[in-house]
């Protein structure tokens, strides 16, 4: 099963989520995911590295190179979570045309949200047409400041997003920030309650869109 954090503009967390993502599920049961880090940046991997050995990271640059990162991933690994890059890129197109699930997050900013909606919305439409494929598709809103006039009206825009939302939002947290500064897992900090509360929600909220089959837990949790 591949996870694909995607987004057609910078800034609106794809790293930070899918890192959180891959180590929360590490901590819930889950077989440790494979990680394919698509962004030119690598920070990703470099997070990933120091925060949890269980979690194998690949690098792929180049559309091929994607290719060829997820067939390996996949042939040891049930799930594979990638950190696309922003914009257009060709790699986009490998990585959505596989995607079971494609997360897109996206800042809750007025300046910022309309043309990452957009931007988003119209490469997975290419890609969904192009190869006649259908995977399950949520907006994340992230950064949320409830202190702000505008968190109001973005809860009500949230619900009528489409494609749809996540019903869970992520705050704005700056136990993301420092977690990527440590490179440790963002939901095993201390003292941190309300990043572990919306990174958990959310994480929940994703992995019961994806079947069950693959996704499969470890144990008998
Ligand atoms: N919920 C959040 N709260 C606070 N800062 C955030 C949050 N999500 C992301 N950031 C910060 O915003 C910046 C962009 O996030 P990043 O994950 O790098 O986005 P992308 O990979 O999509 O470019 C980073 O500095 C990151 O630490
Ligand atoms: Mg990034």
């Known amino acids: 099963m591949l996870i694909v954090y995607f987004g057609t503009k910078g800034g609106g967390g794809k790293t930070s989520l899918s890192v959180s993502h891959a180590g929360w599920l590490v901590d819930h049961g889950y077989e440790p995911p494979a990680f394919l880090d698509v962004d030119v940046q690598k920070l990703a991997s470099r997070w990933l590295k120091s925060a949890e050995p269980k979690i194998v990271v690949r690098e792929a640059t180049t559309p091929a190179e994607v290719e060829k990162g997820l067939n390996a991933l996949h042939a040891e690994h049930s799930i594979v979570i990638a950190d696309g890059p922003g914009g257009f890129d060709k790699q986009n197109i490998v990585l959505l045309r596989r995607a079971d699930l494609i997360v897109i997050p996206v800042m809750a900013s007025p300046l910022d949200i309309h043309s990452a909606l957009a931007g988003a919305r119209e490469l997975i439409n290419v ?8 995977p399950k598709v949520r907006f994340v809103v992230n950064g949320l400041d409830d202190r702000t006039k505008f968190a109001k009206e973005m809860r009500s825009f949230q619900s009528k997003m489409k494609p749809p939302a ?38 929940r909220e994703l992995m019961s869109l994806v079947s069950s089959k693959h996704a499969k837990k470890v144990g008998n949790g």
């Open 127 to 134: 890609v969904k047409t192009k190869y006649r494929v259908n």
């Open 166 to 203: 996540t019903k869970a939002a992520v705050r704005r947290l700056t136990a993301l920030i420092r977690s990527a500064a440590q490179g440790v897992i963002p939901t095993r900090m201390e003292n941190e309650r309300n990043a572990r509360q919306d990174l958990d929600a959310l994480f």
